[in-house]
């Protein structure tokens, strides 16, 4: 019996490998292009935030003006960072879940870098003045069809990887990401063609807007997050997921619900009256999915506590799965109908509600998945435990800043523009200058950790990190061996959801 589990195990290592070897200029372009447009973002971001408090600056180039740099700073962060970082996760984990490696490698690159000139025109489009104005979906309207083929090229292998998989289980992580993919090209072709190639009312294309937007983060970052959750939480800690039946329960609540939410942004708008309180209900009830998930995830998590200590994957991971539980509350916080939806509708609060899902969740877990893929495509280990240590507090603690002062200064800001005896310049404006100042000074300090996450992440892509027999982790033990070590076995147990 000795000797056929050795096999077995022998045999998995060289699948392993193989699958490995077979995916890692994919991932690794997809992971480093996308850092490299996620500097873009944060720059762009910064000069945005610095012209709520400093009108002046840069005012005399017409290329970075408010109106311009911050549907950019956006744009660049959905389209640039946040899809090609799930890109490149979907592709591995649907890989190693299938155990199947890629055979695509020259269509997936090729469509890749269409992705990134559609990515790049639409930015520029943008920054030039041809934006359509819809948040977004500011790109010009031709790059909407480059996109969705580009996508299109990149996602069917995993359906193809799926469908020729061996019989098994499917696990939970199989679920969530199947259905982010599945469900991003319903989200966008809808919404654009609705926008773009149907004459319909103006009104009504603001609600199909607020639609995309809101489904955007539920239908598709936050099952492609929490994929990658039920993935390492497992796999990193060597225990089973808490529970699968929690587990089930927050993919079908995220499914039921999500669809529905959005249209509370249309509150007060001549529309049928029922319409932003169904969507405002939908997006407060997103507190159970995400409470489900969250808990799920980090009881998991804590059942191995000294790896959590020791492991950038998991630390991340975490942190993700702490913004996820926040974001649950800030959904139902921010959208009661008589106290702060009618507050926080036009104020920062809905830029901080934003930044918590797309950076405090899903890039947060992101950058997890990273640490703990790229040592496995590229067979080097991380060059500097220094390097992660400060991406990590920075991107935290930033993220925090950003994303909690912009809500609670909306609500301040939203406040002062309810009472109209009350300028602008000395009311809403004023109460919004420290807010403002702070999130410019934390976007600086994300800024700064990132652009070493890129480099990082470049020299590992070139293969200059170190060789190494156990991954790198953040805790030592006084003879030199790391406390702990990320598994790599596929399954971990009957009960695991990876």
């Not at 000069?47 to 408010?66: D, M, N, Q, R």
């Not at 269409?114 to 990515?119: C, K, T």
């Not at 702060?340 to 509600?353: A, D, H, I, K, V």
């Not at 240590?389 to 809500?407: D, E, P, Q, R, W």
């Amino acid at each position: 019996m000795s000797s056929a589990l050795y096999n077995t195990t022998d045999e998995d290592v060289l699948l392993r490998a193989g699958i490995d070897r077979s995916l890692r200029h994919p991932v690794m372009f997809f992971l480093t292009s996308g850092a490299a447009w996620l500097a873009v973002s944060i720059l762009l971001g910064v000069i945005a935030s610095a012209k709520v408090h400093w009108p002046s600056l840069l005012a005399g180039c017409p290329f970075l003006t408010y109106g311009r740099v911050f549907p950019a700073h956006m744009n660049a962060l959905i389209y640039g960072w946040g899809m090609q970082a799930a890109f490149a996760v979907i592709l591995w984990l649907t890989a190693r879940l299938t155990r199947k490696e890629c055979t695509a490698v020259g269509t997936i690159l090729t469509a890749g870098h269409i992705w990134n000139l559609g990515v790049t025109l639409g930015v520029v489009g943008i920054l030039s003045g041809h934006g359509t104005g819809m948040p977004w979906m500011e790109f010009p309207v031709f790059a909407w069809p480059v996109l969705i083929f580009s996508y299109a090229a990149i996602m069917v292998w995993p359906f193809i990887q799926f469908r020729v998989r061996p019989e098994g289980h499917v696990y939970i992580s199989q679920w969530y990401l199947l259905a982010a993919v599945i469900w991003f090209p319903w989200v966008y072709i809808t919404a654009n063609v609705f926008l773009h190639c149907l004459q319909g009312s103006p009104l009504m294309a603001a609600g199909v807007n607020a639609w995309f937007r809101s489904a955007m983060i539920f239908l598709f970052f936050t099952p492609v997050a929490l994929g990658t959750a039920y993935y390492l939480a497992p796999k990193v800690t060597g225990r089973p997921v808490f529970s699968y039946t929690l587990a089930k329960l927050g993919f079908w609540t995220l499914a039921v619900i999500a669809p529905w939410a959005g249209m509370q942004k249309l509150t007060g708008a001549p529309i049928p009256y029922f319409l932003p309180y169904v969507g405002g209900a939908a997006t407060a009830m997103l507190f159970v999915p995400a409470a489900a998930a969250g808990v799920n995830t980090l009881r998991t998590i804590l059942s191995n506590k000294e790896t959590l200590s020791s492991s950038p994957a998991l630390r991340f991971t975490t942190a993700g799965m702490g913004s996820l539980i926040l974001l649950g509350a800030a959904a139902v916080f921010l959208n009661l109908p008589g106290s702060t939806l009618p507050r926080t509708q036009f104020s920062l609060s809905g830029y901080g509600f934003d930044i918590l899902a797309l950076y405090g969740f899903f890039t947060l877990t992101m950058f997890g998945a990273t640490y703990f893929i790229v040592p496995r495509v590229t067979r080097r280990e991380w060059l500097s435990r220094r390097l992660i240590k400060t991406h990590f507090l920075f991107s935290v603690y930033g993220t925090i800043f950003v994303a909690l002062v912009a809500i609670f200064g909306g609500l301040l800001q939203g406040g002062s523009q309810e009472d109209f005896t009350k300028p602008w310049a000395t009311g809403a404006a004023k109460d919004a200058y420290p807010y403002a100042l702070t999130i410019t000074v934390s976007w600086a300090l994300i800024l700064f950790s990132n652009i070493f996450f890129f480099i990082h992440l470049t020299f590992m892509w070139l293969r200059l990190g170190r060789r190494s027999s156990h991954p790198t982790l953040l805790v030592f033990s006084h003879g030199g061996s790391p406390h702990g070590e990320e598994g790599d076995i596929d399954n971990v147990g009957p009960a695991s959801a990876h």
